[in-house]
Nanobody
Framework: QVQLVESGGGLVQAGGSLRLSCAASGRTFSSYAMGWFRQVPGKEREFVAGISTSGVSTYYADSVKGRFTSSRDNPKNTVYLQMNSLKPEDTAVYYC???????????????????WGQGTQVTVSS
């Protein structure tokens, strides 16, 4: 069992930056691939970023490539999402998720993840 708690969301002006954190419970964190997703009301949850168990491999949605960076600190049981050059269209609830994922192409799908956090709101004003 893995419990995930996101933090770091808030209100920021366009062009600004935020860093989201996702703290995981349990001693098996390093065996899980991690993903970041976001959702706005009335829309499906969409993939933002993914990171492999070691942190060597990362994956990003086209809409955030070059602006967002995912990293992880396994000894601290924490994964991060650094968000730069934020745009109003980045406004959403952001979720982290953990799953046993072995293929890069699988990071993009919500059903590949077993555990989810409660989400943290990110609002970007224009």
């Amino acid at each position: 069992q893995v419990q995930l708690v996101e933090s770091g969301g808030g209100l920021v002006q366009a062009g600004g930056s935020l860093r989201l954190s996702c703290a995981a419970s349990g001693r098996t964190f390093s065996s899980y691939a991690m993903g970041w997703f976001r959702q706005v009301p009335g829309k499906e949850r969409e993939f933002v970023a993914g990171i492999s168990t070691s942190g060597v491999s990362t994956y990003y949605a086209d809409s955030v490539k070059g602006r967002f960076t995912s990293s992880r600190d396994n000894p601290k049981n924490t994964v991060y999402l650094q968000m730069n050059s934020l745009k109003p269209e980045d406004t959403a609830v952001y979720y982290c998720a953990a799953g046993k994922i072995y293929y890069g192409g699988d990071y993009y799908y919500t059903n590949e993840y077993d555990y989810w956090g409660q989400g943290t709101q990110v609002t970007v004003s224009s």
